[in-house]
C-alpha cells in the first residue's frame, strides 16, 4: 500500500481533536481495526464500497493498493492487513491478536495461492496430456489413412491388370476369329474358280 493511503487511513483512527504528534503510543488490536471498519460500512454489508471508501477519505486508486481480489470492495480480512500496515507506516504498535489475525489471513491467501497454482498446474498438465492424445489420435488416422490409400492403389492397379488381361484376351480372341474369317473367305474363293474345259479333238482332214 502507498504511504500516502496509509498516512490518510492511520490518521483517520486517532481520537478527534488530539495530533498524531500528542497522542499516546499505544497497541492497535483486533478491535480496533473492526470499530474502524464498521464506522466506514454504513450499510453493514460487511465490506467497503468505493463511495464508502471515499467517504473516508480514500480514493479508488489508494484503496486498490490493499485490494486483494481486485473486486474495488475492501473485505474485513483485506481491511486487517491494510490496518496493520498503516500502524506499522505510522509507527504505532501493533497488537499480538491484530498480529495473529493478519497473519492467519495471509497465511490463509498463501495457500488460496498455492491451491490455485496446483490447480493451474494439474489443468496444465491435462491440457498438455490431451494434446499429446490427440496428437497420437491424429498419427494414428493418419497411418490408417495412409494404409487405406496404399490398398486402394494396389486394389486399383490390380483391377487394371484383370482389366487389361481380359482386354487383350479379347482383342486375341476378335483377332483369331478375323484370321479365321480370312481364310474361310480365301478359302471360299478357291473353291469358286472355274475348271479349265477340254478342247475338243479337231478331225484331221485327209487328202486336202
Same mark, same amino acid.
Given at each position: 500500500?502507498?504511504k500516502?493511503?496509509?498516512?490518510?487511513?492511520?490518521?483517520?483512527?486517532f481520537?478527534?481533536?488530539?495530533s498524531?504528534?500528542?497522542?499516546?503510543q499505544k497497541?492497535?488490536?483486533?478491535?480496533?481495526?473492526?470499530? !474502524? !471498519?464498521?464506522?466506514?460500512?454504513?450499510?453493514?454489508?460487511?465490506?467497503l464500497k468505493?463511495?464508502?471508501?471515499t467517504?473516508m477519505?480514500?480514493?479508488? /486508486?489508494?484503496?486498490?493498493? !490493499?485490494?486483494?481480489?481486485?473486486?474495488?470492495?475492501?473485505?474485513?480480512r483485506? !481491511?486487517?492487513?491494510?490496518?496493520r500496515?498503516m500502524?506499522?507506516?505510522?509507527?504505532?504498535?501493533?497488537?499480538?491478536?491484530?498480529d495473529a489475525?493478519v497473519?492467519?489471513?495471509l497465511?490463509? /491467501?498463501?495457500?488460496?495461492?498455492?491451491?490455485?497454482?496446483?490447480?493451474?498446474?494439474? /489443468?496444465?498438465? %491435462?491440457?498438455?496430456?490431451?494434446?499429446?492424445?490427440?496428437?497420437?489420435?491424429?498419427?494414428?488416422?493418419?497411418?490408417?489413412?495412409?494404409?487405406?490409400?496404399?490398398?486402394?492403389?494396389?486394389?486399383?492397379?490390380?483391377?487394371?491388370?484383370?482389366?487389361? /488381361?481380359?482386354q487383350?484376351?479379347?482383342?486375341?480372341a476378335?483377332?483369331?476369329?478375323r484370321?479365321?474369317?480370312q481364310?474361310?473367305? %480365301?478359302?471360299?474363293k478357291?473353291?469358286?474358280?472355274?475348271t479349265?474345259?477340254?478342247?475338243?479333238?479337231?478331225?484331221?482332214?485327209?487328202?486336202?
Open positions: 500500500m502507498k500516502t493511503a496509509l498516512s490518510i487511513l492511520f490518521a483517520a483512527t481520537l478527534a481533536g488530539v498524531q504528534a500528542q497522542a499516546p497497541q492497535h488490536s483486533l478491535n480496533d481495526a473492526q470499530s !474502524f !471498519f464498521r464506522k466506514g460500512d454504513r450499510d453493514a454489508d460487511g465490506r468505493p463511495a464508502e471508501l467517504a477519505g480514500i480514493t479508488t /486508486r489508494q484503496a486498490s493498493d !490493499f485490494d486483494d481480489d481486485g473486486d474495488t470492495y475492501i473485505s474485513k483485506e !481491511f486487517y492487513v491494510a490496518y500496515s500502524v506499522l507506516a505510522g509507527g504505532e504498535q501493533v497488537g499480538n491478536d491484530l489475525e497473519t492467519r489471513v497465511a490463509e /491467501r498463501q495457500a488460496a495461492e498455492a491451491r490455485k497454482r496446483a490447480e493451474q498446474r494439474i /489443468r496444465d498438465a %491435462k491440457e498438455a496430456e490431451d494434446k499429446a492424445d490427440a496428437k497420437q489420435r491424429a498419427k494414428g488416422e493418419e497411418r490408417l489413412r495412409d494404409a487405406k490409400e496404399a490398398e486402394d492403389k494396389a486394389d486399383a492397379k490390380q483391377r487394371a491388370k484383370g482389366e487389361q /488381361r481380359i487383350d484376351a479379347k482383342d486375341k476378335d483377332a483369331e476369329k484370321r479365321k474369317a481364310e474361310r473367305i %480365301k478359302e471360299g478357291k473353291d469358286k474358280r472355274p479349265p474345259r477340254p478342247r475338243p479333238n479337231t478331225p484331221k482332214r485327209i487328202g486336202g
